[in-house]
């Protein structure tokens, strides 16, 4: 009995040399690979500390919108969802939000130009994270997501569609779940009237309906968007194989580094964030400082100058449903964007959205009208570039590429109610 | 005879005529060899310096002038070593790159890399050091502007990143010394791409709060060449000397100059505050 019992120990003691000697080899090499790689991923504190900004952790919860007193509210997030969805709030019964907000594609689509009933002038905008937005639309034209949503509805190349048909539709569609949230609905007649369309016809009913009929119109157009917000507000993004490498090094996980990102995307988030100055921009853990730019990107063939946000800052003060307006549910002292607005329409002429580049690689065209197929045209664009803040002679043909690698790592999981 | 030859030494190489003698400084005692050129003492009478600037006007971007130094005696002064801080007095600081200082003969000394980083004030500090006497002179320039044209690399050498000299206290004198002036920020850190509220407290150069002025608070990025993304509103608060700045939002990190243009009934001043947003 005991011979055995030593026999067996015996035994194990040579298996576990002999994987001790197996081992050591591998072992060795193993950290030497490691230590070539732990130089690339070595990183200075400042470094880590911009890396962090970028990092999906570090977005905050959603930012309150106090003009909107339903964006957290569950049944208008249904509702809105249904709203989104629905095709019927169109001149043709063809369009919805999702028409050019596709589930499948960020929420975006992959047309240079937005195509509703006919042809925008813009390219459909990403709404990942849209609600951490201060304005709204390459230009800015809106300071609320709900008075966004409202937009495309009575334009004539979108939704083609008026208020007034909107309101008529939701009492004979949704009444029951729209009381639930808004209160009593009054009845609304059927008729195609709107303040702001190109069409005259509705524009001339609009203006021959009572103010009380406009007023009502408008209180449930308005509750709309608001419905619709909450539920835009819930499409986030999830995290990207970006946002794993610098979790990895927050958490000093080096093991983890390697495995994440390749020599390449490292390199590219290096540049991304140094010499490269992407970050002058495109920073904060949605990659945009939501602030408006005239990076001299080209007017499409046959298309008139853009003024973009020069243009906004003028609609949005003038707008009717902005957050100081009597369809806002904020208080006056709760707008201090729209209060204290730059209005210097010279600074902003030709200025556009700085947009978010989470998931930007599944997002061709670029630009704000599509103007560039692959993000390897826009960086060719911006190293090209006379500008003193966006030219990059200096950056060569292999570290665009590295650049460009590193953008894919910025793909991620579209998260939505 | 002489003049023709001077006149081809003028053309063939600036540097040559200094030997020539053209003209004398205001005291009478020390050479001037240009017309057109920056004449000025040392602090203790120690040197002459005259400086030749080689676009005539110091401007924002790169620059290159000579100096020509002379001692008590007005003889040329060789082997002397120079330092050059081009500086914002109004600004509280200076500039990225250190200026390279090249001996030239002939009491001459060529000034490359003055990077000068944006419009407005400039002093150039000289520090002249020779067989162990110090002086020291400071060429005043109010306003320096932005040339017409500037290249690329140019503009690339200005934006690094902030001066390592720049001066961040959140306490400050006003330019011409009328007023002094603190702020705090009701949310600190300072964040980006959130509207927050300042508090200043301005007063007199002996400490009494100054009451009634109105105040404009004006925000820039010298790095970038852009401002604030918002129009801040300042009004004055509920204790004398107390200002409020509302609607405030920084839109990128980095160095922030910003000037608060005080005005009462009868004084006028600028203070400026340097800031680092994380």
Known sequence: MNTIKYAQRYYLLLVRVFIVILALPFHSASTSSAASEISIHSWDQKEISVIRSLWIGSLPPLPKDPSNAFADNPAAIALGKRFFFDSRFSGNL??????????????????????????NTRRSMPLLGVAYNTWFFWDGRKDSLWSQALGPLESNVEHGFTRTSCAYLITRNYRHEYEAIFGQIPDIKNAVASPATKDIIALKTWVSMTPAQRDEVNRIYANMGKAIAAYVRTIVPGPSRFDMYAKALIDNDTTILSKTLTPDEVQGLRLFIGKAKCTNCHNGSLFTNSDFHNTGVPTPPKMPRDSGRADGIRKVLADEFNCLGKYSDAGSGECAELRYLDTNTTKY?????????RNIAQRAPYMHAGQFQTLREVLEFYRKSDSHELGHSELSDKELGQLEVFLHTLSGPVIAN | MRTILLTIFLVLSPIAVFAA????????????????????????????VEMVIKDKD???????LDIIVHDKSDKDVAGAVIKVVPWMPEMGHGVFEKPVVKERGGGTYSIENIILIMEGRWELRLKIKNNNTEDSVIFDFPDVIRSASMSQDEHKMMHSSAPADVDTSTARESVKKLFRASYASDVTPIPVGRIISWKVRVETADGSPVKNAEVVLSGEMPEHGHGLPTMPEVTEGAIPGEY?????????????????????????DVITFNLIVP
């Open chain 2, 21 to 48: 003698h053209t003209g004398h400084s205001e005291d009478g005692q020390h050479t001037k060899h240009y017309e057109q050129s920056l004449f000025k003492m040392t602090d203790n009478g120690l040197y002459s």
């Open chain 2, 244 to 268: 409020i700045v509302q609607g405030l939002k920084f839109s990128m990190p980095g160095w922030w100059v910003m000037t608060f243009k005080v005005k009462t009934q009868d004084k006028e």
């Open chain 1, 349 to 357: 002429s030709g200025a556009f959205k700085t947009p978010t580049l």
């Open chain 2, 58 to 64: 110091l401007k924002v971007g790169v620059n290159t």
């Open chain 1, 94 to 119: 063809k369009v919805s939000c999702a028409t050019c907000h596709r589930p499948d594609m960020s929420f975006t689509d992959d047309l240079p130009l937005a195509h509703g009933i006919g042809s």
